[in-house]
């Protein structure tokens, strides 16, 4: 897709003001409306059984916690065995048709019997469980899992920009627009099978929450043998066709091949290590220890940005000293993984190397084909993005202009970004009904997942807001980074579309993180489909007019139809929509 190049007077800022405007005010609106809406559908809190309805007190056993302040409330993530509880007991007696509650509160003396045996009308009191952050129980332990990621997954774009900042002082657009357009390659292609480490994550997930070492063993080592093949296959094809996996970002003979070519080179053999320190990423996440994958990221990539002068610069390697760097530390982390996941036993060789049966491959693969479908979507539009960008200019400071404002955006995404990747590792996890043998106790299922989805996507519209007024204050230190002038004056509108987009990205990512931890790939794919061709008429129709802006109006575009896919997920069509889960009580 080559867009022709308008002239300057039809791309200034006045020309977009408007349009731009009209762009930021949908967003916004949208978001608001939309998210305003979801929590009027689907507040938290328990479940009242009214007259006409099948009541809920037919189910066995339905418990609720008592906080600090006497409300009750659905037992929380990683309840603790120390709180004051309230237990309701629901008995059914078939044979007298009578349903009979015994209300045991350790508070009190007090003892609540309510039998019913004609009627289905029942009472029961309830306070629902915030969905607003309350700095609870519930907050601090999705804090305590949530800050290890927010901070592993800041180090990665904080290391890109470290990369960004120091190609950059090489003082050559093209060189910075070579690099930018080489990682995007090997970004793209290594994202296509990133399906292994989120299934990874929710299948250990769902096996720690149930007890079953062995089941969680055979989840990391399918996901390590399957990685090892893939990554085979994304090398070859990278280092035996070059020209043509960079013809998916530059034009034939662009000048930038020069500075693409060598880093892509060195970049492919990161294939496999990348894929292996994700796939134990993803390992350590599910049994909720975040904090070993943030010292691993630690070690490696501060070995990263020492490596980057000295090869670039003291050795003279430019560009590929960067590559260089970025390998090394790969490796270092996918070593570090790999020795940590064996002291936890989190997977043995001995599973490696025998060959798995199709029973334990099927859910790894059956989610992990739905979850391609979204892959090769999500990078169909980043590829697209990329070209027209490329194809903006000759003299690279489109594409270098492009890269700066993606160093924005990530400043505040990489916490929605971790925010999403909790969800997709807490969610499965409550959704398992638990027995604690210690206390004599149950806790999860629906109502507490459901409990723990909507205290997450209000943290989600929250941060994005702040994020993104935060960046938009930060934004002129930001564009420091690069000391060429004109790429900085053609920065300036993207990266306030960037900041703005912050608050929609906080709930999509969140969204879709839930998505995933529903196990609810296909929907989470059709989504992503939906929203990428929205994106390629944007990406065929808007750069044409507006330039660099252009494009990032085309992701305003791109990220409204996937938070509207989120909204049809939590109010329609997932396992913790309202009429979803009435069905599930009735039957």
């Known amino acids: 897709m080559i867009m022709r190049k308008r002239p300057e ?47 809920v007190l037919e189910v066995k056993r339905f418990k609720v916690y008592r906080d600090s302040n006497g409300l009750s409330s659905p037992s929380l993530l990683l309840s603790s065995s120390k709180s004051e509880t309230e237990e309701t007991f629901v008995n059914r007696d078939y044979s007298a048709d009578s349903s009979i509650i015994n209300t045991i509160n350790k508070n009190d003396d007090n003892v609540v019997k309510l039998t019913s045996p004609k009627s289905e009308k029942q009472t029961f009191i309830d306070k629902p469980l915030s969905i607003w952050p309350q700095f609870d ?122 500075y693409a070519k060598p880093y892509l080179f060195i970049r492919s053999f990161a294939f496999l290590p990348s894929l292996v320190s994700l796939i134990g990423f993803s390992a350590f996440r599910g049994t909720l220890d975040t904090s070993t994958p943030l010292k691993i990221s630690l070690a490696a990539n501060a070995f990263n ?81 990329a070209r027209v960008t490329q194809s903006l200019d000759e003299t690279g400071v489109a594409a270098a202009a492009h890269a700066l404002s993606i160093q924005v955006f990530q400043v505040g995404g990489i916490v929605l970004l971790a925010l999403s990747t909790v969800a997709q590792t807490v969610v499965p996890n409550e959704l398992i009904e638990k027995f604690d043998a210690t206390t004599g106790k149950r806790h999860g299922g629906k109502s507490d997942a459901k409990a723990v989805v909507n205290r997450l996507m209000s943290w989600g519209f929250i941060l994005g807001g702040i994020l993104g007024a935060l960046q938009l204050l930060l934004l002129p230190v930001l564009q420091k980074s690069s000391p060429l002038e004109e790429v900085r004056q053609a920065a300036v509108m993207p990266s306030i ?26 929907q989470l794919s059709i989504s992503t489909v939906v929203a990428t061709i929205g994106a390629l008429i944007s990406l065929n129709t808007l750069p044409n007019i507006y330039g660099l802006t252009g494009v990032w109006m085309s992701f305003g575009v791109f990220n409204s139809l996937r938070l509207l896919g989120v909204w049809l997920h939590q109010t329609r069509f997932g396992p913790l929509a309202n009429s979803n889960m009435a069905k599930t009580k009735v039957q």
């Open 497 to 522: 579309l960037a900041s703005c987009y912050q608050l929609m990205n906080g709930l999509v990512f969140i969204g879709e993180g839930i998505m995933v931890g529903c196990g609810n790939f296909l």
């Open 9 to 55: 007077s039809t791309r200034g800022s006045n020309a977009v003001c408007h349009p731009v405007g009209q762009l930021f005010v949908f967003s916004m609106v949208a978001a608001s409306l939309l998210f305003a809406e979801s929590l009027a559908i689907h507040p938290s809190g328990g479940i009242r059984a009214g007259k006409g309805r099948r009541s």
């Open 137 to 258: 129980e519930l907050d601090k332990r999705m804090m305590k899992i949530a800050l290890p990621c927010i901070a592993n997954f800041a180090i990665n774009p904080l290391i890109g920009a470290v990369d960004l900042f120091w190609v950059n002082r090489m003082g050559n657009a093209l060189a910075v627009a070579g690099q930018a357009a080489a990682n995007q390659v090997f970004s793209s292609a290594f994202w296509v099978v990133s399906f292994l480490p989120s299934v990874t994550a929710t299948l250990v997930s769902k096996a720690n929450a149930q007890g079953n070492k062995e089941e969680l063993q055979d989840a990391v080592s399918q996901a390590l043998v399957v990685g090892f093949y893939v990554s085979l296959v994304g090398t070859f094809l990278m280092l035996r066709f070059p020209e043509k996996v960079l013809s998916s970002v530059l034009k034939d003979g662009a000048p930038a091949l020069q």
């Open 305 to 385: 940005g020492i490596l980057d002068p000295i090869l670039m610069f003291t050795l003279t390697m430019g560009v590929a000293g960067a590559a260089l760097a970025t390998l090394s530390a790969e490796v270092i982390s996918a070593t570090f993984f790999v020795m940590l996941m064996l002291r936890r036993q989190l997977f043995r060789w001995s599973k490696i190397f025998r060959l798995p049966s199709w029973s334990k491959l099927k859910p790894l693969l059956k989610g992990g084909a739905a979850l391609q479908l979204r892959n090769v979507a999500l990078n169909v539009t980043f590829l697209a993005v």
